[in-house]
């Protein structure tokens, strides 16, 4: 029992959903995409971002993947996930400081290539582009989604959110360590693929950066 309270008390973060309407930098044509509840992540008294996932998230996937379970895969790279807020600057999986605003959130996989090797625990991510300059809940090309994420860093990188799996039956939102610093939270989500109903589960990343 005592182990439990210590790892109760060693947890930083507490999450929850919470009513909000998102940001007014957000295009209307997104908006209406995005479930009415936000997940709302706070270390202490502050609150670390807001997380306005789609009403239902679109995959490419049967019947028989839904039932076996889905993975990140199944979501089309440059599809809109969400909608995330940083009230206060935040410091990405890469170390990079992202300003305090509101972003898009598209899903993308991290190239297997030389300089990318090592740098992250999973290759799935979502990247953030500024709202104001994404006003279309339409997929958007790889190559493109690449170009206006990295334009958050002046250039050098995109924005990233990492994503870790997460099979796990509750639907939550709940908060888990991964060690060295890393804390996720983990939440399921409904999907959409052809009419078939499934939920996928998300772990994002909420704190922690690569240690090279």
């Known amino acids: 029992m005592l ?6 008390a060693a947890d ?12 007014a930098a957000v295009a209307e044509a997104v908006r209406k995409t995005l479930a009415a509840d936000a997940l709302v992540v706070r270390r202490g008294d502050d609150v670390v971002m807001r997380v306005w996932f789609r009403q239902s998230i ?3 996937a049967t019947d028989d993947q839904v039932k076996n379970g889905l993975t990140y895969r199944e979501i089309p790279e440059g599809e809109l996930v969400g909608v995330l807020e940083f009230p206060e600057p935040f410091t ?3 170390r990079q400081k992202l300003p305090a605003g509101a ?20 290759p799935e991510f979502c990247l953030l582009t500024p709202a104001e300059k994404d006003a279309s ?9 690449i170009v206006r994420s990295s334009a958050v860093n002046e250039g050098k990188h995109p924005a990233v959110l990492l994503l870790f799996p997460y099979f796990g039956k509750d639907d939550g939102p709940a908060v888990a360590g991964k060690g060295d610093g890393v804390w996720v939270v983990n939440a399921r989500r409904p999907i959409a693929a052809e009419g078939v109903k499934g939920t996928l589960g998300f772990g994002i990343t909420v704190a922690g950066q690569w240690k090279p």
């Open 3 to 8: 182990a439990l309270v210590l790892l109760a």
């Open 12 to 23: 930083p973060f507490a999450v929850a959903y919470e009513k909000a309407d998102p940001p």
């Open 58 to 60: 679109p995959v490419k």
């Open 92 to 94: 990405d999986f890469r």
């Open 103 to 122: 972003y898009t959130l598209r899903f993308a996989v991290q190239p297997d290539i030389g300089d990318h090797t090592g740098t992250a625990p999973h």
């Open 137 to 145: 809940p339409e997929p958007v090309v790889k190559a493109e989604l």
